[in-house]
């Protein structure tokens, strides 16, 4: 099997896994369950993680040159190697974020805005969630509730920061610093696009107008020539006999 068949016959497989992942960390994140509910989550959130560690291998031994799908994937591995200490359990929700950059990463402009707005929501609810779960029982957070949290991750992702909730432990800082990095990265797609919908846009006005000006130019070039062929045979015919 190739590389690129086998990320198109588990692109959707591995999505859906994802979202089953992210509604699985959702439901536990806000129910908090325990006894039988925690540990069947625990061992689906596991089996799904495995999943993304077997695509991982699968596609480095498949790659051509494997050196170099290692360090351009560095970030993969992380995901894969790093959830396995439970206190950075939160990344394997990057897995989404990957896979939907893989489906749309060379994509028009239209799809990159989608992505980015997606990526957007997307990332405020997770980081939400994230921050929910590392303050809530922290001593002396002020991040006890969702809407608390969410409130913190869209004012965090916005650059506003009014400061009224903030973490307190170490994860809940390293949270933060992700998605400062992550919501000026994401106002950097936004505004990289919008500009260049506006040079396409004037550029295309361009070439309009230099095309109406090249057919006014053909017109009067045709005009001229009719004006001199029938001057010349003016010219050239014999004078009316008196």
């Known amino acids: ?3 690129e068949r086998w990320e198109r ?6 999505a859906g896994a994802a979202l089953m992942f992210l509604a699985i960390y959702t439901w536990t994140v806000l129910t908090e369950p325990v006894g039988v509910g ?3 989550a625990e061992h689906v959130v596991l089996a799904i993680w495995t999943l993304f560690a077997i695509d991982y291998v699968a596609r480095l031994t498949l790659a051509q040159q494997r050196t170099r799908w290692f360090l351009f994937h560095l970030h993969e591995l992380a995901i894969v190697a790093l959830p396995v200490l439970r206190p950075l359990r939160l990344l394997r929700l990057l897995t989404l974020v990957s896979l939907l950059q893989r489906s749309v990463g060379g994509a028009l402009r239209g799809r990159v805005v989608t ?4 990526g957007t929501l997307f990332l405020v609810f997770v980081a939400a969630l994230a921050m929910l779960d590392a303050e809530r029982h922290a001593p ?3 991040i006890q509730t969702f809407p608390d949290a969410l409130w913190w991750a869209v004012a965090t992702v916005t650059t506003v920061g009014y400061g009224d909730y903030t973490p307190t432990t170490a994860t809940g800082r390293f949270i933060a610093v992700a998605l400062m990095v992550a919501g000026i990265a994401l106002l950097g797609v936004v505004t ?3 500009a260049s919908w ?3 846009k004037v550029a295309e006005q361009d070439d309009a107008n230099q095309a109406v000006t090249q057919r006014q130019v053909a017109e009067l070039t045709e005009q001229i020539s009719a004006l001199r062929a029938e001057l010349a045979s003016r010219a050239t015919a014999p004078a009316p006999s008196q």
């Open 1 to 3: 099997m190739t590389y």
């Open 9 to 14: 016959s588990t692109e959707w497989p591995l």
């Open 38 to 40: 925690a540990q069947v």
């Open 115 to 118: 992505y980015a707005v997606i």
């Open 140 to 142: 002396g957070a002020n």
């Open 192 to 194: 990289a696009t919008l």
């Open 198 to 200: 506006l040079v396409h």
